[in-house]
């Protein structure tokens, strides 16, 4: 059975510093695209950062430069590293697992909220 499970969330000031971890469980790290989705209210769910076993990541604008996500496989591990955070960067962030090139659903995380706030 899949699962992503999320923690890492809290409030910070401006131009502080969150890592937001996302433990996998089911037979899919390492073949899934994994990413980090965001969505703040009133706004559509967005991609910030989606990765291949940590080898080859893209990035929303938003974020580059600021952002850096990574993986641990020996865990089944994702990451978020949020640096420079801003206001805008406020939202819910979820864990996803894509298994769209397997035939498979995409998997979520349950979120967690991000507050970006002085």
């Known amino acids: 059975q899949v699962q992503l499970v999320e923690s890492g969330g809290g409030l910070v000031q401006p131009g502080g510093s969150l890592r937001l971890s996302c433990v996998v469980s089911g037979n899919i790290f390492g073949r899934y695209v994994m990413g980090w989705y965001r969505q703040a209210p009133g706004r559509q769910r967005e991609l910030v950062a989606d990765t291949v076993r940590g080898e080859r990541s893209t990035y929303a604008d938003s974020v580059k430069g600021r952002f850096l996500i990574s993986t641990d496989n020996a865990k089944n591990a994702l990451y978020l590293q949020m640096n420079s955070l801003k206001p805008e960067d406020t939202a819910v962030y979820y864990c996803?697992?894509?298994?769209?090139?397997?035939?498979?659903?995409?998997?979520w995380g349950q979120g967690t909220q991000v507050t970006v706030s002085s």
């Open positions: 996803a697992a894509d298994g769209s090139r397997f035939f498979d659903r995409t998997y």
